[in-house]
């Protein structure tokens, strides 16, 4: 079972599926998201701790952003075979960066040996107007912010690429987007999960998808630029954030457009 059907598994007794948890706390929308990342999996050799660092601050950050939230806190648990001085300032200070950036505060965590480098993050934040998976609707329009593929580009330079989660584009969205979230797993594997999310489809159209680098900056997944979709009428509302439109929201199934011909796009991207 991978984690696509893992997840599937657990939806069965658990409302999950969008990028933060929302708890009603005092009248207060209060957003909760955890992940983990591994060394083998999610850092390459050649980041230096300070990448790890922030790339551990960022995942968690920009879930935050992926529903129009404003970060309060993050919290991190560590761990890995030997504590190493210069790591642990590295790491921090890129975790800081990150937090500073956001404007939220780093605040503690825990450590432990572990046999490989192992990062768990957890943020807090909350929303006025969260914004979840669930929203799309047949006519809406479908948008990206920034620059997809950058990533996957550097990645094969073997550079890495500072990401900033979009917490200022992510609130200004969600005040007109029927639905939303980050584009960590590739915008094709995001389509069909927000197409599975709302029970709706979408028909992209290749030529207006914002690429850096080829068609697999589609699928390659570490932009952490936001997918969302929102009705025609409330488009122009949206001021103060780069977007592109790409497509719309039909009843079913998810198709991309190229040099006009229309075909399905693969549910691919990042799976761990």
């Given at each position: 079972m991978d984690e696509l059907g893992a997840i599937k598994l657990l939806s069965?007794?658990?409302?999950?599926?969008?990028?933060?948890?929302?708890?009603?706390?005092?009248?207060?929308?209060?957003?909760v998201t955890t992940d983990m990342l591994h060394k083998k999996t999610d850092f390459p050799k050649w980041l230096t701790p300070e990448m790890i660092g922030w790339r551990s601050a960022l995942v968690s950050l920009s879930d935050i952003a992926a529903m129009g939230g404003k970060p309060i806190a993050l919290v991190i648990a560590l761990g890995m075979k030997k504590f190493d001085a210069k790591f642990l300032s590295g790491f921090s200070r890129g975790v800081e960066k990150c937090c500073s950036f956001c404007r939220c505060k780093y605040a503690g965590g825990d450590l432990d040996k572990h046999d490989e480098l192992t990062v768990v993050g957890t943020a807090i934040g909350v929303a006025e107007n969260p914004v979840g998976r669930a929203g799309a609707r047949v006519g809406d329009i479908v948008c990206v912010t920034g620059t997809l593929g950058k990533a996957c580009y550097y990645f094969k330079k073997r550079k890495w690429l500072r990401q900033k989660p979009r917490i200022n584009e992510g609130q200004k969205i969600s005040k007109?987007?029927?639905?939303?979230?980050?584009i960590s797993d590739g915008l094709a594997r995001s389509l069909h999960q927000m197409g599975a999310r709302s029970r709706a489809g979408f028909r992209i159209t290749f030529e207006k998808i914002p690429l850096f680098g080829g068609e697999e900056g589609m699928f390659f997944g570490d932009d952490y630029e936001l997918l969302f979709t929102v009705p025609k009428s409330k488009l122009r509302k949206i001021k103060g954030v780069g977007f592109s439109v790409i497509g719309e929201v039909v009843k079913s199934g998810v198709w991309l457009e190229k040099n006009g011909y229309p075909g399905k796009l693969e549910n691919k991207g990042w799976t761990h």
């Open positions: 069965r007794k658990l409302d999950i599926g969008d990028d933060c948890a929302v708890l009603d706390i005092g009248g207060r929308k209060v957003l007109h987007a029927s639905a939303m979230m980050d």
